[in-house]
């Protein structure tokens, strides 16, 4: 799979496009092109409009409530039981627009699902596993690192909770330093997963970097191409061996959190059924977290490829 941009959806052009009417998630560089994919974009795009449409519907009606969620009960949605309905829909229409995969369908789930968490902290839906890997997908390294932190913080038994959602509470933080924070923190498989591709990404990154230092057309994360001067000035053979280390721990984490992580990773077809319901440090478990955050991986094939060959020779 190739990483996400705007681009028509047929010929990946990127100049001058149209979307799709319907469910606003796809780009076509023409008419012509969107008539031509329409017999493969329909069964994606007719489930997003009718789930956008139920959405609407339990929005309004929840708007006309007396106790006036939207203004009285933010944070604490879940708890409202009247909430529900519209909550699940926004979950079914999360859900639709993750089978479209495109940039914008990527970019309008993860702003419903931060909008998701902002309306329930409690986050009785689970959106918050999901976030990091959509953040990766769009390129935004940094505030995928800074939700990770947040949520790992969060979990702290001296974590706190100043009743902002976790992942308001860092900005910019350094994605370089150690990795401890999120480490056994047995409900974030997904988060220990993300962090991992992270990382790997920024040591590919710094690795390419220092085999041809004016070449910037092989970066795979924008945190690497905003900051090259700066970490070219805070030496790259550190940064490096500081990367791998991290790398080395999160791989371990990952591994007695749950065994059946390298299994499942490695083989995502042969493991493609999800369950609601499963233990921790189950085969389910894994392939629950996998299914979530696998479109990130496969995106960065070259990222996927270097952990097995790294699982593999350690
Ligand atoms: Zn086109
Ligand atoms: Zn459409």
Known sequence: MRPLRRECVLCYSQDDLLRCGACKVARYCSREHQK??????????????????SLDKEETALRAHPDRPFEEVVGQFWRFQPSRPYMLARSDFISALGDVNTYDSVACALDHSLDMLRLSLSDGMGVRKSVPSLFLRLGREQEAYDFIKGWAKYMQPDGGDNGM????????????????????????????????????????DLLALQKSPFDMNSLLTTLVRNRIDELRASGLEALIEKVKDHIKLLCESLKSQNSHIWTVLFNPEANSATTACYSLGSMDEARVAVHISYPAWAEALESLDWVENFVQSN
């Not at 329909?42 to 449409?53: D, H, L, R, S």
Request: charged fraction near 30%; proline fraction near 7%.
């Open 36 to 53: 031509e994919d329409w017999v493969m974009h329909k069964i994606f795009c007719k489930p997003v409009t009718k789930e956008q449409k």
């Open 165 to 204: 959602p976790p992942h308001t509470w860092f900005r910019d933080a350094d994605v370089f330093e150690p990795v401890e924070l999120a480490m056994d923190n047995y409900n974030f498989l997904n988060h220990a997963l993300d962090l991992l591709l992270l990382k790997v990404k920024l040591l590919l």
